[in-house]
């Protein structure tokens, strides 16, 4: 009698639950999408958004993964707490069960994803799409499953959520202490809520289950795992939809459920405004070119940098610099990402992530030191490396051309001075104008005077004397410049190794020299690389038969950072080229070593997966920083070619491992997104290739293209700067070579700087004038055609 009854209930149930059966497929249907390989549905992928974001594995399971809290970075995260460590599917049938463990392909698109599996002895296919609404922390998931045969489908879906409720890295520092999670069904859903915190996670579907039953987790002793059990009904040939939602909040209860709600209600409208704003993101300096590998990238990169985004309204929004491991705030991460952002167009993020990075930086600090790194709870991990103060100062400048905004210059400014006093005031002991300390290599021992630490410093003091001089200080321009002027002598003649044909990783003394060499040789010696040993041996016996009472320049790694002295633009052009060609050998074809002396000789094609070690290092990698960095480089000294070499290694890397992505590590190591990558393409292709200098606090934008050869037609559109829009064509032949450039508005001027020539302007009026061997042609017309004669 009893299951009777609860048949008749589980009946009534169902025909009383009005599902929405909106299958996302068709919102899907025209978004640019990548199916991914196979040999990596065992690797993992993201959903995200700005509040909420989920990771798991492409075949659509949920095991442990990372290693900054080992093993809890997938799962869905609603920062600064966790929701759920993720979720297990099956269907059943009186023939057994079906779980949704093995998905036959992922596709990714730009603003969701979709695993695909195929149970073809019973005749179905079983598709799980999801996305994260804008703004909202939660996630919603929709099972579309499919009837393929000729016979009525009877069975049952049962849905396992398995709450985590925990703090993010760093949150005993912030009081944030974790407890057992607890649970209860209420109406169609599950409520869970740490015990001593209110923290809650809600997860359920628009229909109401037949069953749902609180099951042990006895993986996480503090967590909670509930079922729900739904009655499955799919006519022959035709399909059904089961919708889910997944929220969370760390201040209420109410909040929780609301935002449940909300996403099951509205989640068709929510994915077309996502998907139109997606949409946006990528018209917005829109690139066709003949590499269209590369095109797809540059594309697909610009939606990498939305997934970044991470707010957390109680401390701020900015861009995380890595998904999984690296999902809070850094300061050098987004000194370099927020160039590229800016030449993409994302402007918004760009501010908001400055102000973040200026705030907590000031209020930890409070002497214009530049944080490094920074929990989403607000506890500051590291107050600083040296590097970072410098190049906020660059960033500031860079943005400040782009957005010509006067009172934006005037907020950072103070941080800039207090920065670049405390910077040669409290680290330079010797007063040699070089400080001393951690730059972007962070080996052991590596701490004395940087060469990337002085370049940007140079940088940053050129670029202070111009913002000085914007806002009317004049005498501290002069100061600022003359210290730039000497920085830039002094790192040209005592970093450079004729020796090496380098400039050096750093200067110190001997003892430190053979301290690195140790623990160099070591290195070496376990990575098996028998042409560093025997440079470094060469090395230690030059130091110790000539010792000096002074530091001195030395090359012992051969650190990417070398390069920066090119990336900077203030080598010498002689040593520039020199130090350019040299560094070709501490590559592959992914790109740049991040330590010379682990390059792999062997390593001449594209084929293998980057071999890391058990425990997460950077030792022996490729990485998309430093390729970049290289790329910049070349285009500073005239060589796009090379450039564009270089770029082509990167993209080798695009959608290796996720689809739509490229690693931090080449070509499936680390990051599986990474927020600097958009600065190692976007500022060779926008800054460079197409030569966009933007300088919008003078309503001018110089443009002086250097296109590689390979691009005979060549086009970027929408380029945002400042309220004005630059679109910029490009067709060359071994008969002509022809220029259109368009702007929306007209009180601006482009001054467009082409080889020393004769040109005809057949549409649009312009002055043309020549100065430093180039002729220069000035207009303010919406569109200009340049042919050269």
Excluded at 57 to 76: N, S, Y
Excluded at 338 to 364: H, P
């Amino acid at each position: 009698m009893r299951k009777i009854l609860s048949a008749i209930l589980g009946l009534f149930i169902l025909a009383c639950s009005t599902p929405t059966e909106h299958p996302l497929t068709s919102i899907l249907i025209d978004s640019p999408n990548i199916t991914g390989k196979e040999s990596y549905l065992k690797s993992p992928y993201v959903t995200s958004g700005d509040r909420v974001y989920m990771v798991g594995h492409q075949d659509g399971r949920f095991p442990p993964l990372g290693w900054h809290i080992k093993g809890e970075m997938g799962g869905v995260w609603n920062h600064p707490i966790k929701l759920m460590d993720g979720f297990e599917v099956e269907l059943t049938t009186e023939q057994g069960t079906l779980p949704l463990d093995s998905a036959s392909s992922f596709t990714n698109y730009p603003f969701a994803n979709k695993h695909t599996y195929t149970f073809e002895n019973e005749g179905l296919l079983i598709e799980r799409i999801q996305f994260v609404p804008d703004e909202t922390q939660g996630i919603f998931i929709q099972f579309i499953l499919k009837n393929l045969g000729e016979e009525n489908f009877e069975g049952k879906l049962n849905f396992v959520g398995h709450t985590n409720l925990r703090p993010t890295w760093l949150g005993e520092r912030s009081n944030m202490i974790d407890s057992k999670d607890s649970s209860f069904f209420e109406e169609s859903y599950w409520v869970v809520k740490d015990s001593i915190n209110p923290w809650y996670n809600v997860f359920g579907s628009d229909r109401t289950p037949v069953d749902a039953e609180n099951l042990s987790n006895i993986l996480k002793p503090n967590g909670a795992s509930n079922s729900l059990t739904y009655a499955v009904t799919i006519p022959a040939e035709s399909e059904t939809v089961l919708n889910f939602s997944v929220a969370g909040s760390y201040q209420s209860e109410e909040e929780a459920i609301n935002t449940y709600r909300d996403i099951l209600a509205n989640y068709a409208s929510r994915a077309e405004e996502k998907k139109v704003r997606y949409k946006q993101l990528a018209l917005q300096s829109k690139l066709t070119i003949p590499d269209k590998q590369l095109q797809q990238a540059f594309e697909w990169l610009k939606y990498n940098c939305d997934w970044l985004v991470r707010t957390v309204p109680e401390t701020g929004t900015g861009i995380g610099a890595g998904i999984a491991d690296y999902p809070w705030w850094f300061g050098v991460d987004s000194e370099y990402a927020l160039k590229g952002y800016m030449a993409i167009g994302q402007d918004k993020i760009v501010e908001q992530t400055i102000r973040l990075l200026d705030s907590v930086s000031m209020a930890v600090n409070g002497n214009g030191r530049i944080l490094h790194e920074m929990s989403t709870n607000g506890v500051v991990f590291n107050k600083g490396n040296i590097n970072e103060t410098p190049q906020f100062a660059s960033l500031i400048w860079e943005i400040y051309k782009w957005n010509g905004d006067k009172e934006f210059l005037e907020k950072y400014f103070p941080t800039i001075k207090k920065g670049l006093k405390w910077l040669l005031e409290e680290n330079d002991d010797n007063k040699n104008l070089f400080p001393d300390g951690f730059g972007m290599m962070e080996i052991h021992g590596l701490d004395s005077e940087m060469i990337d630490v002085a370049a940007y410093t140079q940088r940053a003091f050129a670029d202070a004397a111009l913002m000085a001089r914007e806002l009317n200080e004049t005498e501290l321009a002069r100061e600022y410049r003359k210290l730039a002027d000497q920085l830039k002598e002094k790192i040209n003649t005592e970093f450079w190794s004729e020796t090496f044909q380098s400039y050096a990783d750093f200067i110190g003394t001997d003892e430190q020299a053979l301290q690195l060499i140790e623990d160099a040789l070591v290195r070496a010696d376990t990575l098996n690389k028998p042409w560093a040993i025997e440079e470094l041996e060469t090395t230690k016996k030059q130091i110790l038969s000539n010792p000096s009472n002074e530091p001195r320049p030395f090359v012992l790694y051969h650190n990417w950072v070398v390069n920066t002295p090119m990336e900077m633009g203030i080598a010498d052009s002689t040593k520039a080229i020199v130090a350019l060609d040299n560094a070709k050998q501490f590559t592959n074809p992914f790109g740049v070593f991040v330590t010379g002396i682990d390059r792999d000789e062997t390593a001449v094609d594209d084929s293998g997966s980057f071999k890391g070690s058990k425990v997460f290092s950077y030792t022996g990698a490729v990485m998309t920083l430093p390729t970049g960095v290289q790329a910049v480089a070349e285009n500073n000294y005239g060589r796009p070619d090379q450039a564009l070499d270089y770029l082509k290694r990167m993209s080798r890397s695009f959608s290796y491992a996720l689809p739509g992505s490229i690693y931090e590590v080449s070509p499936d190591y680390g990051m599986m997104t990474q927020a600097w990558n958009i600065y190692a393409f976007a500022v060779p292709i926008v800054n460079q290739f197409f030569g966009i200098n933007p300088l919008a606090h003078n309503k001018t934008i110089i443009i002086e293209p250097q296109m590689p050869k390979q691009w005979d037609t060549a086009s970027l559109e929408n380029v945002k700067v400042g309220d004005n829009e630059i679109s910029i064509w490009h067709t060359k032949s071994k008969e002509s070579h022809q220029i259109k450039l368009q702007q929306t508005k007209t009180d601006w001027k482009i001054k467009l700087v082409l080889p020393q020539g004769e040109y005809i302007v057949s549409e649009g009026n312009s002055e043309t004038t020549t100065e430093n061997g180039k002729t220069i042609l000035t207009f303010s017309d919406r569109f200009i055609v340049v042919s050269k004669k």
